[in-house]
């Protein structure tokens, strides 16, 4: 983790079939959380965090966060590819995430399915509400207050993947 206020660059999007996936997403994390219910991250108070990944190695069955993962691909640098790895976050009302980063991938998403609040990204605070996706580096340190209502989010963690052979290709692309 890296100490002291820095400035993280958060880009902020809406994605635009909101309405028509949120249903599906808080089915689908409702369904997670019955199977799952011991399952929540250290980061997580008064909550519930899905495992990182917990779902990914199968066929999700929750074609709304394909659609979700298929409008963040084109948001990320294109040197290279990308692992999507994602899981949910769900906060009962006075519910908080702790400071954390996710240092191990480039990007972090993150995706506000119901609820509404704050986002603190650094120093910068971000509006979180149904459709808002905040993109910033995984570095960063950032956390969510506590919630008035009950919220749930979809983090998309984005780990660079550079295919053997590609390496060059990749340091070219940085150096420019």
Not at 3 to 28: C, M, N, Q, S, T
Not at 38 to 49: H, L, R
Not at 113 to 122: K, R
Not at 123 to 152: C, D, M, N, Q
Request: glycine letters at 10%.
């Amino acid at each position: 983790m890296i100490k002291g206020k820095k400035e993280w660059p958060v880009d902020v999007y809406y994605f635009p079939e909101a309405e028509r996936i949120a249903a599906g997403l808080v089915k689908y994390a409702m369904k997670l959380y019955a199977r799952w219910p011991d399952a929540s991250g250290g980061v997580a108070k008064e909550g519930w965090m899905s495992a990182i990944g917990q779902f990914e190695h199968k066929k999700s069955g929750c074609e709304q966060l394909t659609e979700l993962k298929a409008f963040v691909r084109p948001l990320l640098p294109e040197y290279c590819q990308w692992d999507l790895l994602s899981h949910f976050n769900i906060l009962w009302p006075g519910g908080e995430l702790l400071p954390h980063t996710h240092w191990e991938n480039q990007f972090v998403a993150i995706y506000h399915v119901q609820g509404e609040g704050e986002l603190v990204v650094g120093s910068k605070r971000v509006e979180t509400k149904p459709g808002r996706l905040a993109i910033f580096h995984g570095i960063a340190e950032h956390h969510v207050p506590k919630a008035e209502s009950a919220r749930i989010s979809v983090s998309i963690n984005c780990r660079m993947v550079v295919k053997q052979g590609k390496a060059n290709e990749l340091l070219g692309a940085l150096r420019k």
